[in-house]
């Protein structure tokens, strides 16, 4: 260890470590701009481009950016006196000149971290205004840039490359022009971007935003034409009440149903009820194809991979389209629930198709992109019309002046309101595969689990193994979430060095608890631990805890599509993927 002094405080810290980092260890903070560090997962993106973080250093003629110089023995460093501070104001009034003033309509506004540093240091007027860059405005299904709002952080890049392996975002151009963008700065649509938003949860400002849908779920509940459906995803209500001032990992399931039924939508459904019936096909389909297996066929492609999350689905097809048939070809719980809604439900409470709005409130962006795919239309009419994010519900309970902390807890609306505990851990990783375990041995051995719980498969490690003994059948799970741990894991299927009987895979690390719509958590661990937590206790509090044991599925089967697998639930609920 060596010894520094920091603020007239002595530190201990180790050799290699930053001023930034001893001074953070020791309790004394300094504002950062570019700096951010993605928690225990290892990653720090530091390119000490903003000088925001600038200290004074005995000795040293310049002041140094805290967040990339190291500790040295008998150091002496300043972190708040005058000097220090008029630099950073310099700084600021430097980085702001070069920034639109549009705070009143920005998407940001209020969360922004260049917002709040202006009014920390109490920016009142920039002696540097004058010429700003323009820059075209890149909307994409999920995402916008608005790259006239970047400051050149480069944390999107770091996302994008180092964590999820896409590799859609990177610098480019020179001075005022200078922006990170896609290649050959082509439109985010056209880039190999999956839209699964890590870099929106990342971004400092404005320039990295989700696409909005609420206005166009405001005009369908103020249609009296429109019957209009919502479904919440599992992880939204493991993190919603963070928006209202409640402790990361507050349970708020009963709240959120109030809520979207004080804000006019005429059914509240769960997509844990779509998350069910994905067990049963998926289910259905991981025995079939490892028996397929067990008996020699050639044409069984094993691992079975999980298909619910969108932003795994772009990333294989662009990056693996020869493993198309690798993935399972169960659609995801949105676009199952929205297919079975605007069918069976319709027909039901006898709405016309055309008349029915699904909506679903999502921790993820990629969503909104999803439920645009052609595949999921039928003469052009979406079996989900629109996704709005966990934020973007909680900004309309604000707009609707609800008193979210004080409302009852209320229950879904049946059918397809009812959903097993399987369900509900689908938002963590390894969840899925958990949920279609507990289902596929049952099936499988005609008996029933003393535990439901296969603690073997938890866990926050980006990969993870396990095998599961299906009464003698060892079955070799995979799990990963993150692209760029996704991306080792189908390296290996495609080298035919792979073990595993199926593989879960979720694009956003710790799964969709840390989705890109969900509240801005910066990645924090400590806050993705508390959201999993949750969910897990949602699933111990259910009365029912596997997915072919909910009595409105049985009944969907019995009523409308026969068995798991059969021609109707084909027709509905499968899908295929494209290069
Ligand atoms: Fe997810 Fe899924 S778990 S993909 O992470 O399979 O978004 O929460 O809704 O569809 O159920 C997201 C969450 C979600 C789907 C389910
Ligand atoms: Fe990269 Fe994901 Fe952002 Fe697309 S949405 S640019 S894949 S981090």
């Not at 700084?91 to 260049?114: R, T, Y």
């Not at 006239?148 to 020179?174: P, W, Y």
């Not at 690390?509 to 801005?520: D, E, L, R, T």
Request: proline share 5%.
């Amino acid at each position: 260890k060596i010894t520094i002094t920091i603020d007239n405080k002595r530190i201990e810290a180790e050799p290699g470590t930053t001023i930034l980092k001893a001074a953070r260890g020791a309790g004394i903070e300094i504002p950062t701009l570019c700096h951010f560090e993605m928690c225990d997962m290892g990653i720090e993106n530091r390119p000490g481009g903003c000088r925001i973080c600038v200290v004074e250093v005995e000795g040293r003629r310049n002041l140094a950016p805290s967040c990339v110089t190291e500790v040295q023995e008998g150091m002496v460093v300043s972190t708040h006196n005058i000097r220090v501070l008029n630099a950073r104001k310099t700084v600021l009034q430097l980085i702001i000149s070069d920034h639109p003033f549009d705070c009143l309509v920005c998407a940001k506004s209020g969360q922004c971290e260049l917002q709040h540093l202006a009014t920390q240091f109490g920016i009142r007027s920039l002696p540097y205004a004058g010429e700003q860059s323009r820059y075209r405005k890149d909307t994409s299904p999920s995402i916008i840039r608005d790259v006239d709002k970047c400051i050149l952080c480069r944390r999107c890049e770091m996302v994008c490359n180092d964590v999820q392996t896409v590799g859609a975002l990177s610098a480019v151009n020179r001075g005022f022009m200078a922006v990170v963008a896609p290649a050959f700065e082509m439109n985010l649509e056209k880039s190999p971007c999956t839209y699964c938003g890590q870099c929106v949860s990342v971004c400092p400002t404005g320039a990295l935003t989700e696409v909005d849908h609420s206005y166009e779920v405001l005009q369908a509940l103020s249609n009296p034409k429109k019957t209009v459906v919502v479904q919440t995803a599992p992880a939204v209500r493991a993190a919603l009440g963070e928006e209202f001032g409640m402790e990361p990992g507050t349970l708020v399931t009963g709240k959120l149903v109030a809520a979207l039924r004080r804000l006019g939508f005429d059914y509240v459904f769960d997509t844990d009820f779509g998350a069910d019936l994905t067990i049963m096909e998926e289910g259905t389909e991981l025995l079939n194809r490892i028996k397929g297996y067990l008996a020699g066929d050639p044409n069984v492609r094993i691992p079975l991979l999980t298909s619910c999350c969108p932003g795994w689905v772009n990333f294989f097809e662009h990056n693996f389209p020869d493993l198309l048939d690798v993935p399972s070809t169960a659609k995801s719980p949105q676009q199952m629930f929205g297919a079975i809604a605007k069918t069976y439900f319709a027909e039901k409470i006898g709405v016309k198709r055309e008349d029915l709005v699904v909506v679903s409130i999502m921790p993820c962006l990629a969503k909104k992109y999803e439920c645009q795919r052609d595949e999921f239309k039928v003469d052009g009419n979406p079996d989900v019309d629109y996704s709005i994010s966990t934020r973007e519900l909680a900004a309309f309970i604000r707009q609707a002046n609800i008193d979210f902390p004080g409302l009852p807890d209320e229950e879904y609306d049946d059918p397809l309101g009812e959903s097993s505990g399987a369900g509900v851990i689908f938002g963590n990783t390894g969840g899925v595969i958990e949920a279609a375990c507990r289902t596929a041995y049952e099936l499988y051995t005609g008996r029933s689990l003393d535990r439901v719980e296969f603690h073997e498969l938890r866990g926050m490690a980006g990969i993870r193994s396990a095998t599961v003994d299906f009464d003698g059948l060892k079955l070799n799970i995979g799990i990963a979430h993150g692209l760029g741990n996704a991306r080792k894991l189908l390296d290996e299927v495609r080298a035919g060095r792979s073990q595993y009987h199926a593989i879960e895979i979720m694009a956003c690390p710790g799964g969709c608890i840390s989705g890109g719509g969900q509240p801005y958590t910066h990645l924090k661990e400590e806050i993705l631990k508390r959201r999993t937590a949750a969910l897990y206790m949602a699933d111990e509090r259910k009365r029912i805890r596997k997915s072919h044991e909910n009595p409105s599925i049985i009944r969907l089967y019995k009523e409308f599509l026969g068995e798991p697998g059969s021609p109707r639930a084909h027709s509905l609920l499968h899908t295929e993927y494209f290069p």
